[in-house]
């Protein structure tokens, strides 16, 4: 087979039904969290709120983080009435995204001028909703595919994420932009956003109703999973057993499973998951409030998030997803990290130089390429270390800690950019990330050897 009929074959993964699948559910995915990240800051920042308040906002964001604690319930528990209806994973998956959508709702009729509580609470909400969400399509994922076909999963999976996260961000920002009547803050113009935001949710529940429910981990399974530890403690009363059988299987054994299958290095691993992208985190929650604070207006930030940022976000996406058939996790893994440490080198140079909307296309272009192939090379690596039977319960975990370091450093960034300047702040976001690539030549050095 000749090199270019060899990359044909590698492209046509992408056509298959479980991948497509996955690319609505990255959209579904990807859409709230800018709304209650980066879109969220914009609006905060318009709305006059102090660079600290908006860099302790985004702590909300670490809902994301701490979803490995409610994992096990969402991996075991059935819904009333939903799980008969739609199967395990898709009834968790409609009711996190109904949820999304009614918080949503409550933001774009909240104003952060006059209830910044109320406004916060409907936030801490939609955030919570789709970590729940975010759970449920990576047990999914896993579960509904062989390992030769998560690569390509995991970059449909990203390539929707980032076009949702595009227009939960730049798409966003040009609606308020469409609805303003002046360049002055106006709640209106933000509440038409957000409601808009919410009808997009429903790409997310059609999927859901549309694809299948994955068959590998029946109720027959689960219930001789139970049985057997049950007898570890039927000399307890029933129900104690019963409820500890449970503890066991959907609590315990996730976390000694991975320990026990690799051992010595499962602490360089959890330490590579958990620093991973605090480059690209730290750096991201000011991103907007510099773009204001530099002049550029939304319709600017838009315009030029939708043209390149787009583009952008499919090469990388898609990019990674082959270079991931054809190298190794761990060399794709570094050139992901590499690129996101440039990129954030080069926003310093955009904060030195001021306004230039060539140099903010450049960037928001390496920005979408360089997550792109990142985002899908970590997916792909950290899928590949979850042992299906546990597939949630791992799955939350990891990606947990992918963003708990990470967003806990980012709020403090307003009061960072306060002191130091955002050249400073641009150049030391870069810079935590150098260890990053130590770290990612060290597992690859000691996993492969």
Not at 54 to 65: H, Q
Not at 151 to 176: D, F, H, Q, V
Not at 177 to 193: E, I, K, V
Not at 229 to 257: C, E, R, V
Request: glycine share 6%; hydrophobic share 55%.
């Amino acid at each position: 087979m000749s090199e270019s009929q060899s990359w044909l074959e590698n492209c046509k993964v992408y056509l298959e039904k479980r991948v497509v699948i996955l690319f609505f559910f990255g959209f579904s995915a990807g859409l709230p969290i800018l709304l209650v990240f980066s879109t969220l800051s914009f609006w905060l920042r318009e709305a006059d709120v102090s660079r600290a308040s908006i860099g302790f906002f985004s702590w909300i964001a670490l809902a994301y983080a701490f979803k490995w604690i409610w994992a096990p319930f969402v991996d075991r528990l059935a819904l009333p009435f939903l799980t008969n209806w739609l199967g395990r994973r898709r009834a968790w998956l409609l009711f996190s995204q109904l949820a999304i959508v009614l918080s949503l709702l409550g933001m774009a009729l909240s104003d952060p001028q006059q209830n910044l509580t109320a406004f916060a609470i409907f936030a801490i909400i939609v955030a919570y909703s789709s970590a729940t969400q975010d759970i449920v399509i990576d047990a999914y994922r896993i579960e509904s595919a062989p390992e030769k076909l998560q690569a390509a999963m995991a970059a449909a999976y990203m390539t929707g994420y980032r076009l949702a996260m595009i227009m939960a961000g730049a798409g966003s920002l040009a609606i308020a932009a469409w609805a303003s009547s002046s360049d002055a803050y106006q709640l209106s113009a933000w509440s038409t956003s957000y409601l808009v935001m919410a009808l997009c949710m429903g790409v997310g529940i059609v999927t859901t109703f549309i694809c299948h429910e994955p068959t590998y981990q029946n109720s027959q399974q689960i219930n001789a999973q139970k049985l057997e530890q049950k007898l570890k403690y039927q000399h307890l009363p029933s129900i104690l057993a019963h409820f500890l059988a449970w503890l066991s299987i959907a609590i315990i054994q996730p976390f000694t499973d991975f320990f026990q299958r690799y051992g010595k290095n499962a602490i360089l691993i959890l330490l590579l998951i958990g620093s991973y992208r605090i480059s690209d985190i730290v750096m991201g929650i000011m991103a907007n409030p510099f773009y204001v604070d530099m002049g550029y207006s939304k319709g600017e930030v838009a315009a030029i998030s939708k043209v390149f940022g787009v583009i952008m976000t499919l090469v990388g996406a898609g990019l990674g997803g082959i270079l991931l058939t054809r190298y190794s996790t761990y060399s794709i893994l570094f050139l992901g990290a590499f690129l996101v440490v440039i990129t954030n080198l080069i926003f310093a140079v955009l904060a030195f130089v001021g306004k230039d909307l060539l140099l903010l296309t450049a960037i928001i272009s390496m920005d979408n390429i360089s997550a792109g192939i990142a985002t899908t090379a970590f997916i792909t690596y950290i899928s590949k270390l979850t042992n299906i039977e546990f597939s949630a319960t791992q799955y939350a975990l990891f990606s947990s800690m992918m963003l708990l370091f990470p967003k806990f450093i980012a709020g403090f960034s307003g009061i960072y950019v306060d002191h130091w300047g955002y050249i400073n702040f641009f150049i030391s976001s870069a810079l935590i990330g150098v260890p990053v690539l130590g770290l990612i030549i060290l597992l690859k050095k000691v996993i492969e050897s």
